[in-house]
């Protein structure tokens, strides 16, 4: 199972490594951040059909850091919602898949984002909706770090805990670099997990790249509470390429030239 | 106008479990009866608007038809962008109220002065953006918003024009303006409950022996471009009137119109706030004739030549 992940997660980073370069776009680093995230949750976790994208029971993802857009997308091809060939027209003219994800005409995107702090509150709806319905479903939402300083981020937080929203799971995304500088310099979240509890929600802390522990972690729905659920995935922006990890150029940088090549091998090769 | 409201959605609640309110933590004393009836369709989210619109999107996604309620500026501009990326960008069904349009909450101050909503709100593709000019339009646009199955804007005013159901000016249709009343000499386009002072404009102005038509323009947007140019084509003149700044409300919609179609009316005013937001406070009805815009103003304009 492992290696199937480890698989597929490298081939989502190999995809968007080829998307930002060919799109000369940015972001690689956070998309490399949350690649093996991605991997767990549409490889194992998401209870979806690419056959049948809107399939009623189906859990929906909001991923509400959209500028790591192009990880989803191939996530979702390599998934089978639509052919990776599609993933060529990234960033380019008179394209759907934008460099912020978007739903529109793009099979699996549940919704669209790119401007922080609003994927939690939708999520919510969701998920509200989906108690109203007694369905069986789970909301899941991936979330940036630096994303936490967005206000309305904290308004969700408190209407989740206060309506016991137990099938919601927000995923932090915590490489504790924004987009200047560490989220420690910029604007301590610190005490990051407390927050939370005290908010009211149960929180669990886990290796953003350990596949065993992401696939524990998220696969569990045996709540014990009532509690809406916040996974703490302590991460590293620009994983899987040595001179992109923890630094910020990569926020922006697209990779081109020498610098793609050698990313390219150092991903290495995707396994048939 | 608030009761008409209230009335409505309560017989929509009945006959769709799918029909669900939220609210910003205001409606005190409003709202409790509906709470009661319908425990699974009533949220008070706190005093929380962005979540309130991401909310509501979420739920609209899955089927609910949702309304979100707050007064003044608070369910729209401080809620801006969830209105825009996440209502109308997913073509959600919601439908946002605000009570207090205009000077309805003119004592308050600024804060409490929604002028500048119909403008903003009308950009945002895909929105519908009403202001009712009497109770029984705001209780047919609220039931046509809910049902629209898009997003939807109705701002509701504290005073309105009197209208026994809909005795005045026919149907009510989104879209479509209302003729409350026939005149030739010149025409009175409003939009809100500012509709009653252009009532009476045109009262006074038939004792001087001057004709007026008066009509509801009660959807800002999509605007009612046949009853716009008849008023063009077909009488002296046209006077916009709106308790909101003259940048981007009714009369901008009535200017764009005549001439996106070679319209020239034979006169042109817009009547409203002057850009400027009012520190000075009072009741809708002083603030009204502060600002230019009461019967006496309106009557006025369409006299000058």
Same mark, same amino acid.
Request: hydrophobic share 40%; with cysteine; proline share 3%.
């Given at each position: 199972?492992?290696?199937?992940?480890?698989?597929?997660?490298?081939?989502?980073?190999?995809?968007?490594?080829?998307?930002? #370069?060919?799109?000369?776009?940015?972001?690689?680093?956070?998309?490399?951040?949350?690649?093996?995230?991605?991997?767990?949750?549409?490889?194992?976790?998401?209870?979806?059909?690419?056959?049948?994208?809107?399939?009623?029971?189906?859990?929906?993802?909001?991923?509400?850091?959209?500028?790591?857009?192009? &990880?989803?997308?191939?996530?979702?091809?390599?998934?089978?919602?639509?052919?990776?060939?599609?993933?060529?027209?990234?960033?380019?003219?008179?394209?759907?898949?934008?460099?912020?994800?978007?739903?529109?005409?793009?099979?699996?995107?549940?919704?669209?984002?790119?401007?922080?702090?609003?994927?939690?509150?939708?999520?919510?709806?969701?998920?509200?909706? &989906?108690?109203?319905?007694?369905?069986?479903?789970?909301?899941?939402?991936?979330?940036?770090?630096?994303?936490?300083?967005? &206000? #309305?981020?904290?308004?969700?937080?408190?209407?989740?805990?206060?309506?016991?929203?137990?099938?919601?799971?927000?995923?932090?995304?915590?490489?504790?670099?924004?987009?200047?500088? #560490?989220?420690?310099?910029?604007?301590?979240?610190?005490?990051?997990?407390?927050?939370?509890?005290?908010?009211?929600?149960?929180?669990?802390?886990?290796?953003?790249?350990?596949?065993?522990?992401?696939?524990?972690?998220?696969?569990?729905?045996?709540?014990?509470?009532?509690?809406?659920?916040?996974?703490?995935?302590?991460?590293?922006?620009?994983?899987?390429?040595?001179?992109?990890?923890?630094?910020?150029?990569?926020?922006?940088?697209?990779?081109? &030239?020498?610098?793609?090549?050698?990313?390219?091998?150092?991903?290495?090769?995707?396994?048939? | 106008?608030?009761?008409?409201?209230?009335?409505?959605?309560?017989?929509?609640?009945?006959?769709?479990?799918?029909?669900?309110?939220?609210?910003?933590?205001?409606?005190?004393?409003?709202?409790?009866?509906?709470?009661?009836?319908?425990?699974?369709?009533?949220?008070?989210?706190?005093? @929380?608007?962005?979540?309130?619109?991401?909310? @509501?999107?979420?739920?609209?996604?899955?089927?609910?038809?949702?309304?979100?309620?707050?007064?003044?500026?608070?369910?729209?501009?401080?809620?801006?962008?969830?209105?825009?990326?996440?209502?109308?960008? !997913?073509?959600?069904?919601?439908?946002?109220?605000?009570?207090?349009?205009?000077?309805?909450?003119?004592?308050?101050?600024?804060?409490?002065?929604?002028?500048?909503?119909?403008?903003?709100?009308?950009?945002?593709?895909?929105?519908?953006?009403?202001?009712?000019?009497?109770?029984?339009?705001?209780?047919?646009?609220?039931?046509?918003?809910?049902?629209?199955?898009?997003?939807?804007?109705?701002?509701?005013?504290?005073?309105?024009?009197?209208?026994?159901?809909?005795?005045?000016?026919?149907?009510?249709?989104?879209?479509?303006?209302?003729?409350?009343?026939?005149?030739?000499?010149?025409?009175?386009?409003?939009?809100?409950?500012?509709?009653?002072?252009?009532?009476?404009? @045109?009262?006074?102005?038939?004792?001087?022996?001057?004709?007026?038509?008066?009509?509801? !323009?009660?959807?800002?947007?999509?605007?009612?471009?046949?009853?716009?140019?008849?008023?063009?084509?077909?009488?002296?003149?046209?006077?916009?009137?709106?308790? !909101?700044?003259?940048?981007?409300?009714?009369?901008?919609?009535?200017?764009?119109?005549?001439?996106?179609?070679?319209?020239?009316?034979?006169?042109?005013?817009?009547?409203?706030?002057?850009?400027?937001?009012?520190?000075?406070?009072?009741?809708?009805?002083?603030?009204?004739?502060?600002?230019?815009?009461?019967?006496?103003?309106?009557?006025?304009?369409?006299?000058?030549?």
């Amino acid at each position: 199972m492992v290696e199937d992940l480890a698989n597929y997660a490298l081939a989502i980073r190999r995809h968007a490594l080829k998307m930002t #370069s060919l799109g000369g776009s940015s972001h690689i680093g956070s998309i490399f951040s949350i690649a093996d995230i991605l991997a767990v949750l549409y490889g194992k976790v998401l209870k979806v059909r690419p056959d049948d994208p809107k399939w009623p029971m189906r859990d929906r993802f909001i991923l509400s850091k959209g500028h790591a857009g192009a &990880g989803v997308y191939a996530a979702l091809a390599e998934r089978g919602f639509f052919p990776t060939e599609r993933l060529k027209t990234h960033y380019q003219d008179n394209s759907v898949l934008s460099g912020h994800v978007s739903h529109k005409g793009i099979p699996g995107v549940e919704f669209s984002t790119g401007s922080l702090g609003h994927g939690l509150s939708v999520a919510c709806g969701m998920a509200l909706a &989906g108690r109203l319905e007694k369905r069986s479903n789970r909301v899941f939402v991936v979330m940036s770090d630096g994303e936490c300083d967005e &206000g #309305s981020n904290w308004e969700a937080v408190m209407f989740a805990a206060h309506h016991k929203l137990d099938n919601l799971v927000a995923i932090i995304d915590y490489n504790k670099l924004q987009s200047i500088r #560490s989220t420690t310099e910029t604007l301590n979240l610190e005490p990051f997990a407390d927050k939370w509890r005290s908010f009211g929600w149960s929180v669990e802390e886990v290796d953003g790249h350990d596949y065993q522990s992401l696939t524990m972690v998220l696969e569990n729905n045996n709540s014990s509470d009532t509690k809406p659920r916040c996974v703490i995935a302590h991460t590293t922006k620009g994983k899987g390429v040595s001179f992109m990890e923890n630094n910020v150029l990569w926020h922006y940088r697209s990779p081109q &030239g020498e610098e793609y090549q050698t990313a390219l091998s150092e991903l290495g090769v995707v396994k048939k | 106008m608030r009761d008409a409201f209230l009335k409505t959605i309560t017989t929509l609640a009945e006959q769709d479990p799918n029909v669900i309110l939220l609210t910003a933590d205001l409606g005190f004393g409003v709202f409790e009866e509906f709470e009661q009836k319908f425990p699974g369709q009533y949220f008070n989210v706190g005093v @929380a608007e962005q979540n309130m619109t991401g909310l @509501a999107t979420g739920l609209a996604l899955e089927g609910k038809k949702l309304i979100t309620y707050s007064i003044g500026n608070f369910p729209t501009l401080r809620c801006l962008e969830q209105i825009r990326n996440d209502a109308c960008y !997913h073509e959600a069904n919601i439908t946002i109220v605000a009570s207090g349009g205009g000077f309805s909450y003119g004592a308050l101050g600024m804060s409490h002065h929604a002028t500048e909503d119909l403008s903003i709100l009308r950009s945002l593709p895909g929105i519908t953006v009403v202001a009712p000019g009497t109770a029984w339009e705001a209780a047919q646009a609220t039931w046509q918003l809910v049902q629209e199955n898009k997003v939807g804007y109705l701002r509701i005013d504290k005073t309105s024009a009197d209208d026994k159901k809909g005795s005045l000016g026919g149907e009510f249709k989104l879209g479509r303006a209302r003729r409350i009343i026939e005149g030739s000499d010149c025409t009175i386009i409003c939009t809100g409950g500012i509709l009653a002072e252009a009532v009476k404009a @045109a009262e006074l102005a038939k004792e001087k022996g001057v004709s007026c038509r008066v009509v509801s !323009h009660h959807t800002v947007k999509p605007a009612d471009v046949d009853e716009i140019l008849d008023a063009a084509k077909n009488t002296g003149g046209i006077v916009t009137v709106e308790e !909101h700044n003259v940048i981007g409300g009714i009369g901008s919609v009535v200017a764009e119109v005549c001439l996106d179609n070679g319209i020239l009316p034979g006169k042109f005013k817009r009547l409203g706030l002057e850009d400027t937001y009012s520190s000075v406070v009072g009741s809708q009805k002083f603030l009204r004739s502060y600002y230019g815009m009461d019967a006496e103003s309106i009557l006025d304009a369409v006299c000058s030549s």
